[in-house]
């Protein structure tokens, strides 16, 4: 009985724990088989993981160990594409399938080339994915690619920001962000780019400001358009050396920038289409006479067409339609060489040359023109134009020219000051006999020449040169009254300051010579050559050798060392000229892209 009891009862002991030994091996199987997963995840998000505060960290941690680079830069490069991969959440042409493996070079989209600054090497130069429809964000990564050049996405659905990783791309030259979904305030790490030359951020919804050092970037071109921007250009607008800047659609206000007529040697292009823009065309327009394309459509500029926009010789498009400008067209205006499409639809001109009706390409409906088809009624003109316009009460800003920015700057040493011209060439040498009173002029440069005979021997302290720029005057010279003795023509008869100012040691040899140091009164017998001039008193006090203070001396003056060389200005290298195409978009005027579609 006990044995039957004692097998039933291991029976049951072991029928009973085998389950939940074996849950427990499938628990061990799974919990490693999670940890693999976890890291496999962790691994992933390490990849795309940066830090601009810490930096990238060892990148032989973040790729696999089976993958070989030619060298570190396309090694960072895997990294940065890698790390864009998981950023980009639509890719509905695969345009990133083949981003695998390290030969990064054969990746869709990027180019490579040498190295600037090591031939022997090979490195990523450029990106172009524009027109794959991807949708995303640029990841910090990206300022791993610091040999690129060119970086274009436009008409994609990329949002988000634009990394500020960014400025590390010292070589960039050509950004491309158009037709996008980036929105925040102005990217302002472009400004950190200083290879760039082509800026273009049109179709996208970035807002607020633009800041004003956008205009003193050494730019080529400029896209801004069709953004949520919203404020009044700034002054420095015509300091921009841009060919082409397209500023259209925003919500810029008040007058229309007078310093634009300042970007006049450089600029070719200038869209300014529907910004708000209130006031009148500034007369100086016409000495911009390399624009070939103007459109100043959709805004609310008044007056007339200045008479000077007949002097812009280069000007081949001109666009002022829908505006309230009157006043009768300049008769040069139609008559200018290139001038193939003039529109002026939507004022209320009330007189147009006939060399107008021969153009191209030519719009004047729905002005104050009669005999004309399609202008307004008679009323609206009327009521208008009874009003006549006062530009001064826009209170525009006025032309200032700027200055020079990309030119050489102008070789002209700087001026001396005023009250310090340099030395008379005509004293090399110090007479040696005290002069009369000197007139209040600047002091002569301090170089001492050989000492005079005199029955004096050698002061006991001879005084070093003074060591302050200032130079006194001290003692005082005897009476104005007091013409000098006249001597024999062994030095010039040409006046020189007293010695400098010296409480303890006699006067310096390098002046006249007075009476033997030692003594303090004057020499029996005064040198004809030398002796002071006799003043109105009978014993004139010489110069104290010892403790008294000297009396009191005119104010002092500036002891002028020889003049430095005039410091020429350094010559900046000349900046590289843009020969680059506009953006990659054809077909469409202005180099613009078509308009984002419509969802």
């Not at 990027?110 to 990523?124: G, K, N, R, W």
């Not at 050559?529 to 403790?547: E, G, H, Q, V």
């Not at 002092?556 to 953006?583: A, D, E, K, N």
Request: hydrophobic fraction near 35%.
């Amino acid at each position: 009985m006990k044995e039957k009891t004692s097998y039933i009862l291991a029976f049951f002991i072991t029928f009973t724990f085998i389950p939940f030994i074996a849950a427990g091996e499938n628990s061990v199987s799974s919990s490693h088989g999670a940890t693999l997963t976890d890291s496999s995840f962790d691994e992933q998000r390490q990849l795309v993981y940066y830090s601009e505060q810490f930096g990238y960290g060892d990148e032989s941690e973040l790729v696999p160990s089976r993958l070989t680079f030619d060298n570190s830069r396309l090694l960072k490069a895997y990294i940065a594409l890698q790390a864009w991969k998981q950023a980009i959440i639509s890719d509905p042409l695969n345009l990133t399938s083949n981003w695998v493996g390290s030969d990064v070079c054969n990746y869709t989209g990027v180019f490579c080339s040498q190295a600037l600054d090591d031939p022997t090497i090979e490195t990523v130069a450029g990106i172009d994915l524009n027109h794959g429809d991807l949708a995303g964000y640029l990841p910090e990564e990206l300022g791993l690619l610091v040999d690129i050049a060119l970086f274009h996405v436009n008409s994609n659905r990329f949002c988000g920001k634009v990394p500020w990783s960014f400025k590390k791309l010292k070589l960039l030259f050509e950004l491309d962000l158009s037709n996008n979904r980036f929105a925040g305030k102005f990217p302002y790490v472009v400004l950190h780019l200083p290879s760039l030359k082509f800026l273009d951020l049109r179709f996208n919804e970035f807002e607020g400001k633009v800041p004003e050092a956008l205009f003193d970037k050494d730019l080529d071109a400029i896209f801004i358009n069709h953004n949520r921007f919203a404020f009044q250009l700034p002054g420095n607008l015509g300091n921009s050396p841009v060919s082409v800047i397209v500023l259209a659609n925003n919500r810029f206000r008040d007058c229309l920038p007078a310093s634009l007529v300042n970007m006049s040697n450089t600029l070719n292009e200038a869209i300014l289409i529907n910004n708000g823009f209130h006031s009148c065309l500034p007369e100086e327009i016409g000495s911009m006479k390399n624009l070939t394309v103007l459109d100043l459509s959709y805004n609310e500029l008044m007056g007339k067409l200045p008479d000077s926009i007949g002097e812009m010789k280069s000007l081949e498009q001109l666009n002022v339609a829908h505006n309230m400008l009157s006043g009768t067209i300049p008769a040069s205006l139609c008559s200018l060489p290139k001038l193939r499409n003039f529109s002026f639809a939507y004022n209320f001109f009330t007189g147009e040359p006939p060399a107008c009706l021969d153009l191209e390409d030519f719009d004047d409906k729905r002005n104050c023109l009669r005999d004309r088809p399609v202008q307004r009624s008679r009323l609206q003109c009327k009521m208008f134009l009874s009003r006549p316009v006062n530009c001064s009460v826009f209170k525009c800003r006025p032309v200032i020219p700027p200055e020079p920015l990309l030119p050489p700057p102008i070789f002209s040493p700087p001026p001396s000051p005023p009250t310090l011209p340099p030395s008379p060439p005509a004293s090399p040498r110090r007479p040696a006999l005290p002069p009369p009173p000197p007139p209040p002029i600047p002091c002569i440069p301090f170089s001492p020449p050989p000492p005079l005979k005199s029955p004096s021997p050698h002061p006991l302290h001879s005084p070093p040169p003074p060591p302050s720029p200032f130079y006194f005057r001290s003692p005082p010279p005897p009476l104005i009254d007091s013409p000098p003795p006249l001597l024999p023509p062994q030095s010039p008869p040409k006046y020189s300051p007293p010695p400098p100012i010296n409480l303890r040691p006699p006067p310096s040899p390098t002046r006249y010579s007075p009476p033997p140091p030692l003594n303090l009164r004057p020499p029996p017998s005064p040198q004809p050559k030398y002796s002071p001039p006799p003043p109105s008193n009978p014993a004139p006090p010489l110069p104290p050798l010892i403790d008294p203070p000297p009396p009191p001396s005119p104010p002092p003056c500036w002891q002028i060392p020889s003049p430095p060389p005039p410091v020429q200005p350094s010559i900046p290298s000349p900046s590289p000229i843009y020969h680059g195409p506009l953006p990659p978009i054809r077909g469409i005027d202005y180099a613009s892209p078509p308009p984002p579609p419509f969802y």
